[in-house]
């Protein structure tokens, strides 16, 4: 495996974290095989991002042989659009360094937790395009083929995670046209990818009605989603497991262990098709 680690900077100087796990090509297995690839963004409420979220994630996929990159993305005070462009300058960093890097530039999905959630929600959506287009990037060349959403915070409406969009938006907070810009559910069109999302139905932090408003937009869309609702567990399980667990106790359920099976499955087979 190669490993690297570099540094995105944001517009307001901010700095961002991107690091790349890389399986090895071996002469004697397939020498120019090109992979699938994920790019995982953790969450952390826009004030910081967690590495229960991070790594374990990328192992978790590098382990199924894909290359898998991590952004620890700006947070407060860095306010919007400086984690999505920051995302999007990962993105293309990625297809860039497509032949150097075995990536399959039809193979590239974005999985985020929580607040990472909205932020691969936003960048794969057409919620930023025009925040891209206005720093230079074209959206439609960057967007992923396939959008992995965990427990995310999806509307700014009345089921919002308040927290994540007052330290999102700073002093725009409350502006109707800033809430709307970043409410996910309101630009879900023919361009958001293929969608696999999985909530708890007891979270107290981000209401599973975030998760459930998504799913009636893609259905009205057309657009592919798989969901899974599962009776018990509250926010920021990660892998569910001892592994990513909080203190190395807490957010243990087995409840919700089966989630990375089920989305390297759905990933599997939505890239086959």
């Known amino acids: 495996m190669q490993y690297f680690e570099t540094t995105i900077i944001g517009i307001d100087g901010s700095g961002a974290r991107f690091a790349g796990y890389l399986p090895e090509n071996y ?10 690839t994920v790019l995982v963004l953790p969450g952390g409420g826009y004030e910081m991002t967690t590495g229960r979220e991070g790594e374990p994630i990328a192992l978790q996929f590098l382990a199924a042989d894909y290359n898998a990159f991590v952004l620890h993305y700006s947070c407060k005070p860095s306010v919007y659009p400086i984690a999505v462009l920051e995302v999007a300058e990962a993105m293309r960093q990625i297809r860039a360094h497509a032949d150097e890097w075995n990536v399959d530039t039809a193979r590239i999905a974005v999985i985020g937790f929580s607040a990472g959630g909205h932020l691969a929600a936003d960048f794969a959506t057409s919620a930023s395009d025009a925040a891209l287009v206005a720093h230079g990037y074209d959206p439609d060349e960057l967007r992923p083929n396939a959008l992995m959403l965990s427990y995310p915070v999806i509307t700014s409406g009345r089921f919002r995670h308040d927290g994540s969009f007052r330290a999102l938006l700073g002093e725009r907070y409350g502006e109707e046209s800033a809430m709307n810009e970043v409410s996910i559910e309101q630009h879900i069109d023919a361009k958001t990818p293929p969608v696999f999302v999985w909530h708890t139905m007891p979270d107290d932090c ?6 459930l408003q998504l799913i009636a937009a893609c259905k009205a869309a057309n657009v592919p989603i798989e969901a899974h609702l599962y009776p018990a567990g509250g926010h920021g399980l990660s892998l569910g ?3 990513t667990a909080w203190g190395g106790v807490n957010s243990i359920e087995p409840a919700v262990q089966s989630w ?3 989305a390297k499955d759905w990933l599997d087979r939505t890239f086959a098709e």
């Open 27 to 36: 002469p004697d297995i397939v020498p120019d095989r090109k992979r699938p």
């Open 206 to 211: 981000v209401p599973v009605e975030n998760t």
């Open 241 to 243: 497991t001892a592994q």
């Open 260 to 262: 990375i099976f089920l």
